[in-house]
């Protein structure tokens, strides 16, 4: 979901949102912050939210299949969607505090196709394309 504060994914057990943090450079500056249970944590990258992914999440709303994968510059961090074909999105992220052998979170959700609207819609509003 679109809001204020950023994009947030939520499946009824855990939360990942996406909140801006800082102007584009490289990638966009983002502040990564999740929530399962009783973990929660948060780690900062820089995203690439480049043409080729916001086209990735388009065609996947529209055939319901394919990849879309969110990687960051000099950080580990990972954030794919995958559409299966039957109207479920599996969503999968690897994020990591500090190098990846100090800690590791790897968070997976299964969403209804209906979030691509508002993850797209979220993507170009708080990230949008430079130029």
């Known amino acids: 979901m679109d809001s204020d504060d950023g994009i947030t994914i939520f499946d009824g057990r855990t939360r990942l949102t ?25 780690v900062e990258g820089e995203a690439r939210i480049d043409p080729q ?3 990735a999440l388009k065609d996947i709303y529209k055939s319901l299949e394919g990849e ?7 950080e580990q961090h990972s954030i794919v969607l995958t559409g299966t074909g039957l109207g479920h999105i599996r969503l999968l992220a690897n994020l990591y505090g500090g190098s990846p052998w100090h800690a590791r979170l790897t968070v997976e959700m299964v969403l ?18 430079p130029g």
């Open 18 to 42: 996406l909140v801006r943090a800082g102007e584009p450079r490289l990638g966009y500056p983002l502040r990564l912050e999740i929530a399962s249970g009783s973990f929660s944590g948060t």
């Open 53 to 55: 992914f916001r086209q």
């Open 68 to 74: 879309a994968k969110l990687e960051f510059w000099s």
């Open 112 to 129: 209804d196709q209906s979030y691509l609207p508002d993850l797209i819609h979220g993507f170009a509003r708080h990230f949008p394309e």
